[in-house]
């Protein structure tokens, strides 16, 4: 039960670093991003937490719980008054769509950095008129219409939207595992406080614990395709660099990960 708190805890979390993909077009970055990052953890704990003991004691036992495929939206249906329920549908799809938006603004702004230093080209292209980045919103439009047409057959709503949401989570999970892992590598470098070292430890842990419960025993069908395809998705990422020279290049003169490298590492930026 422990395990499954921690992966309920970790897919409500993931996303709160989303600030810092607006890093570029804030004027004090330093100032402002970590705090937009704390405070969107703590608004979440609070509002995860009320939404948590509502729908676990409106639910006579944990076995119900765990057999409802939308907790929430069964609840309200079911105990809240008539005039409160019917506008649950409603909110439920603006809140979707407001999630989709900001993931698209997220990758969009991540593409676009991507583009710039390593190509190709038309994910930094942007338009003369409102500065917007044109390029990286079509490949993002692109993908998101690919995964669309993806589930477009499958009949139940909460299905499809549970299959796309686990493979994205499914990355997740591994890009924080990288984040922590050079978190580490930066406090022992930097010869910080061991104590944050030590808290970044058990924080990897933890992950390890989510690591296990998601992939151990690997999910049933269709899910497991979810984790095939999150897994193809990280060698193309490791691939991709080695077998595309242009992309290669790009990534060897990145002033970003120059930058990134010389903070975590050491290194002097022209090294």
Do not use: H
Not at 211 to 229: I, R
């Amino acid at each position: 039960m422990l395990g499954l708190g921690i992966v309920l805890s970790f897919s409500t979390f993931s996303g709160f670093e989303a600030a810092a993909t607006l890093v570029q077009e804030s004027r004090q970055p330093r100032r402002l991003i970590p705090p937009a990052i704390m405070a969107s953890l703590a608004v979440v704990a609070i509002f995860t937490i009320g939404v948590i003991a509502v729908v676990t004691n409106a639910y006579p036992s944990i076995s119900q719980l765990s057999a409802a495929t939308v907790p929430l939206v069964t609840v309200t249906l079911t105990t809240a008054p008539k005039l409160t329920s019917v506008p649950i549908q409603p909110a439920a799809n603006c809140r979707a769509f407001g999630g989709s938006l900001a993931c698209a603004v997220g990758a969009s702004r991540i593409l676009f950095a991507l583009g710039r230093d390593t190509g190709p080209g038309m994910l930094r292209r942007t338009s003369r008129l409102t500065g917007a980045l044109v390029g990286a919103l079509i490949w993002v439009g692109a993908g998101s219409l690919l995964t669309l047409l993806l589930f477009i057959a499958e009949p139940l709503a909460t299905q499809a939207v549970a299959l796309s949401l686990a493979y994205g989570a499914d990355l997740i999970i591994a890009a924080y595992i990288l984040v922590v892992i050079a978190a580490i590598i930066f406090t022992i470098r930097r010869r910080m406080a061991p104590v944050k070292t030590v808290i970044l430890l058990i924080g990897l842990g933890v992950l390890g614990c989510i690591l296990k419960d998601t992939f151990v025993p690997l999910p049933a069908a269709p899910f497991s395709w979810d984790a095939l395809a999150a897994g193809i998705t990280l060698v193309a990422g490791i691939v991709l660099p080695l077998a595309y020279p242009p992309v290669r290049r790009g990534v060897a003169n990145s002033p970003l990960l120059k930058a990134g490298a010389s903070a975590l590492l050491g290194t002097r930026p022209g090294n």
